[in-house]
């Protein structure tokens, strides 16, 4: 049985106080560096730290012990547990804490914004939640859709780093095994998490402005102005008015 024993740290003080075993094989067994290891023997590393005897909690056997002691060759091997077989392949989504689940909705948002390659499934899985949650968010018909700010699931601790990396790689790798054609904008979105965190926000026009983009700032009737823009000669006052006589006022006079 793969896997490391529980409480590694402490397991590897046990080992280096309770046993001849070399630090190669303590550090392999509990999943620590060699170097590591002989800082926990030389009290340098995990100062205060408590033993965990494996033998008794079951994560090795004293036969397992001297056979390593007697081969430095040999690698230790955790207890397998029948009735644990296939534990580690549980289906279903994760348990998040209480007190992070009223984040969820906002780093599903962050999900189906910056990879929408994703699918609900793999959603699912990453930050604990349901289906019809994120086909809410998706559709825009969620409760408080309107009040959601996009947050990335791995700085609310919803979810590994490494995990989301692996997800957004695996869609894309089932995207481009199936053949389907992908937007210029799809590509940008298909990258790692440090890099959609980098990139500059999207600029949005506001409502009121939508369908205007087609007007002009500039007045125009500047434009008028200029088509009727008189071009006759007003040098002379008397043809400019071209006042014409009027007998009444001469008869008047």
């Excluded at 002009?216 to 071009?231: G, I, Q, T």
């Amino acid at each position: 049985m793969s896997g490391k024993p529980i409480m590694a740290k402490a397991t590897a003080v046990w080992l280096c106080d309770n046993t001849t075993l070399t630090f190669k094989q303590i550090a392999d067994f509990c999943g620590f560096h060699e170097l590591e290891v002989q800082g926990i023997a030389d009290g340098d590393v995990a100062v205060g730290v408590k033993g965990f005897d494996p033998v008794t909690n079951n994560q090795l056997t004293q036969e397992e012990i001297d056979k390593a002691e007697a081969d430095p060759a040999h690698k230790l091997r955790l207890k397998h547990y029948a009735a644990a077989e296939g534990e580690e392949k549980r289906r279903g989504p994760r348990y998040t804490p209480l007190s992070k689940r009223q984040d969820r909705p906002a780093s599903i948002y962050w999900l189906v914004k910056f990879h929408p390659e994703l699918s609900d499934g793999q959603i699912s899985k990453l930050v604990g939640t349901t289906k019809p949650t994120i086909q809410a968010i998706r559709d825009r018909t969620h409760w408080n859709i309107n009040n959601l700010e996009p947050i990335d699931p791995v700085a609310l601790g919803l979810c590994k780093q490494s995990e989301l990396d692996a997800a957004v790689q695996k869609a894309n790798a089932k995207k481009a095994k199936e053949g389907e054609a992908m937007s210029d904008d799809e590509r940008r979105k298909l990258v790692s998490t440090e890099q959609s965190l980098g990139m500059a926000p999207e600029p949005k026009m506001p409502s009121a402005m939508a369908g205007l983009e087609t007007f002009s700032l500039s007045d125009p009737r500047d434009e008028v102005e200029e088509e009727e823009k008189d071009d006759r000669d007003i040098s002379d006052a008397d043809s400019f008015f071209n006042l014409p006589d009027d007998d009444d006022d001469d008869k008047e006079d």
